[in-house]
C-alpha cells in the first residue's frame, strides 16, 4: 500500500515537475516577446532612445534574425538622422518629424530662391537694356570720333608735309656745319696729337719723377741680384742661384763682392768676375771665373754677384747721343760702345730722334763730347744740337744722362727706379763714407807668394770682360 502511495506521489511529482518547466520556458518566451515588442515600439516611436541605448543596440543580438536585421537598418537610419539634425531622442517618430521640419524648411529656400531667381532675371533684363543703351552711345560718339579722326589725319598730312619740307632745310644746314666743322677739326688734328703726345710725355715724365721722388725720400740702395752657391774645380768655376726663371743667358757677366761688403754696394769692392757659361736650373746657373780674386781674398759660397747691364727678367734700355770718343783717339767709338752694351746683355734703342720723345724705361742717355769747329762746321753745329736736344728728351722723361767713359766704368746693379752709379764711376757726393763693422775673414799671415800675384787677378771694381 505504501509503495502505490509512493509511486501515485513520485508520478505527480514528477508531472508537476515538468508543468513548472513548461510554466517557466513559457515565461522566458512572454519576456523575449516583451522585449521585442518594447524594442518595436522604442523604434516606432513608443518610447524613447537615447545615443547611448542605440550605439548598444547595434552590438547586442535579441535572438531572432528579423528583429536583429531591424535593429541594424533601425541604427543606419538613426545614423543618417544624426548627421542631418543631432537629437538626443531617436526613433523613426521622431525622425518623420525631423524630416517634416526640414522639407518645411527646404520648401520655404525653395520658394525664396525662385523669388530671388525671379528678380535677378529681372534686374538681368533692365542691365541689358541699360547696356543696349549704352552701347548705342558709345558707336554715335565712336562715329563722331571717326569724324574728327579723319579731319585730324588730314591736317597731320599737311603739317607732316611741312615738316619735311624743314627737315631737308635742317639736313642741308647740318650738311653745310658738319662739312665747315670737318674743315676745322682737319686743321687742328695735328695739333690735338701734338698735345696728346706732349701730355703722354709729360705725364709720364711726371710718374718718373714720382718714383725718384720716392727713391730720394726712402734713401734704399740697390741690392745685388744673386750669390755663389757652389765652387768648383779649384776655384775656376762657380755656380749661382740665378737661372732661366730670371732670364738669365749664357755670356752675361757679373762681379762678385764680399758678402759682407753688400750693406753699402757703392763702398764695395769686387773681388772677381764671372762670365756665366750655362743654364742649370730655374735658379742655377755655372760661370767660369774669367778674373780670380786674390789669395787673400778667395771666392766662397754666399758672396754676391751682379751685374752693370743686366736685370732679372727683363732687358735693360740704354740709348746712345752723338759722337762718343772712348779712347782719346778723336774718333767716335759709338759702333764699339753698342757691341759692349749687347754684350753685356743690355739693348740700345732710339734716344727720341726718330719719335719726338725718349721712352721713360730707358736706363741710360749715353751723351758724347760733340764741339763746334773742324773742317765741317755745319755738321758739328748739328751734332752739339742733337745732343742738346736728347738731353732736353731725357730730362723730361726722367731718363739718367751720363757720359761715356762713365759707362765703361758703370758697375752697379740696375734696377727699375734707382740708378747711383758705384765702384770707380761713383762720386764722392753720392755716398758719404761709412765704415764696415763686418768681421774680417780674410788671413793675414799669408807668405808673400801668395800676397804678390800678377797675372789675371781682379785689380780694380770693373768688372773684367771675357
Same mark, same amino acid.
Given at each position: 500500500m505504501n509503495f502505490l502511495l509512493w509511486s501515485s506521489g513520485d508520478e505527480t511529482a514528477g508531472k508537476l515537475a515538468d508543468e513548472k518547466t513548461k510554466v517557466a520556458s513559457s515565461a522566458n518566451q512572454i519576456r523575449d516577446q516583451n522585449r521585442k515588442i518594447e524594442t518595436l515600439s522604442k523604434m516606432v516611436g513608443g518610447t524613447s532612445w537615447n545615443t547611448g541605448e542605440v550605439d548598444t543596440l547595434s552590438t547586442t543580438s535579441s535572438g531572432d534574425e528579423k528583429i536583429d536585421g531591424m535593429s541594424k537598418i533601425f541604427v543606419q537610419d538613426m545614423g543618417l538622422l544624426s548627421k542631418l539634425k543631432p537629437s538626443a531622442v531617436q526613433n523613426y517618430q521622431t525622425a518623420l518629424s525631423e524630416l517634416r521640419g526640414a522639407y518645411t524648411? %527646404?520648401?520655404?529656400?525653395l520658394s525664396a530662391s525662385q523669388d530671388r531667381q525671379k528678380q535677378l532675371e529681372d534686374e538681368k533684363k533692365r542691365d541689358v537694356a541699360a547696356a543696349r543703351a549704352a552701347q548705342k552711345l558709345a558707336e554715335d560718339d565712336r562715329d563722331e570720333k571717326v569724324k574728327e579722326l579723319k579731319i585730324e589725319t588730314d591736317k597731320? !598730312?599737311?603739317? *607732316?608735309?611741312?615738316?619735311?619740307?624743314? %627737315?631737308?632745310? @635742317?639736313?642741308? !644746314?647740318?650738311?653745310r656745319s658738319k662739312r665747315d666743322f670737318d674743315i676745322l677739326r682737319n686743321q687742328n688734328a695735328a695739333e690735338l696729337k701734338k698735345r696728346d703726345n706732349r701730355i703722354a710725355l709729360l705725364e709720364s715724365t711726371i710718374e718718373s719723377q714720382r718714383l725718384e721722388l720716392q727713391r730720394l725720400r726712402v734713401g734704399q740702395f740697390e741690392t745685388v741680384q744673386g750669390e755663389i752657391r757652389y765652387i768648383q774645380s779649384g776655384g775656376t768655376l762657380v755656380s749661382i742661384n740665378l737661372g732661366s726663371a730670371d732670364a738669365l743667358r749664357p755670356g752675361i757677366t757679373f762681379g762678385v763682392v764680399d758678402r759682407d761688403d753688400t750693406a753699402r754696394l757703392a763702398d764695395a769692392k769686387v773681388k772677381a768676375s764671372i762670365q756665366i757659361t750655362k743654364i742649370l736650373d730655374a735658379h742655377l746657373a755655372e !760661370? *767660369?771665373?774669367? @778674373?780670380?780674386?786674390?789669395?787673400?781674398?778667395?771666392?766662397?759660397?754666399g758672396d754676391s754677384v751682379?751685374?752693370?747691364?743686366?736685370?732679372?727678367?727683363?732687358?735693360?734700355?740704354?740709348? #746712345? @747721343?752723338?759722337?762718343?770718343? +772712348?779712347?782719346?783717339?778723336?774718333?767716335?767709338?759709338?759702333?764699339?760702345?753698342?757691341?759692349?752694351? #749687347?754684350?753685356?746683355? !743690355?739693348?740700345?734703342?732710339?734716344?727720341?730722334a726718330r719719335s719726338g720723345f725718349l721712352d721713360p724705361s730707358v *736706363?741710360? +742717355?749715353?751723351?758724347?763730347?760733340?764741339?763746334?769747329?773742324g773742317p765741317n762746321e755745319d755738321l758739328a753745329a748739328d751734332a752739339v744740337r742733337a745732343v742738346g736736344e736728347a738731353k732736353q728728351r731725357a730730362i723730361e722723361s726722367g731718363v739718367t744722362i751720363i757720359p761715356g767713359w762713365k759707362l765703361q766704368g758703370y758697375l752697379q746693379n740696375m734696377s727699375d727706379s734707382v740708378t747711383t752709379p758705384f765702384g770707380s764711376a761713383s762720386n764722392a757726393a753720392?755716398? @758719404?763714407?761709412?765704415?764696415?763693422?763686418?768681421?774680417?775673414? *780674410?788671413?793675414?799671415? +799669408?807668405?808673400?807668394?801668395? +800676397?804678390? %800675384?800678377r797675372d789675371n787677378v781682379q785689380r780694380t771694381n770693373q768688372i773684367v770682360r771675357p
Open positions: 524648411t %527646404q520648401s520655404r529656400l597731320f !598730312a599737311v603739317d *607732316r608735309e611741312a615738316m619735311l619740307k624743314k %627737315q631737308e632745310e @635742317a639736313k642741308d !644746314a647740318m650738311n !760661370a *767660369r771665373v774669367i @778674373a780670380r780674386p786674390e789669395i787673400g781674398d778667395p771666392i766662397i759660397a751682379y751685374s752693370p747691364f743686366w736685370a732679372p727678367g727683363r732687358t735693360v734700355k740704354i740709348a #746712345l @747721343a752723338g759722337p762718343i770718343d +772712348l779712347d782719346g783717339d778723336g774718333r767716335p767709338d759709338n759702333e764699339p760702345l753698342k757691341g759692349m752694351i #749687347l754684350d753685356a746683355g !743690355a739693348e740700345v734703342v732710339d734716344n727720341g *736706363r741710360f +742717355l749715353v751723351v758724347g763730347e760733340a764741339s763746334l769747329g753720392d755716398f @758719404a763714407p761709412m765704415r764696415s763693422n763686418a768681421i774680417n775673414r *780674410r788671413p793675414t799671415n +799669408l807668405p808673400k807668394l801668395f +800676397l804678390n %800675384q
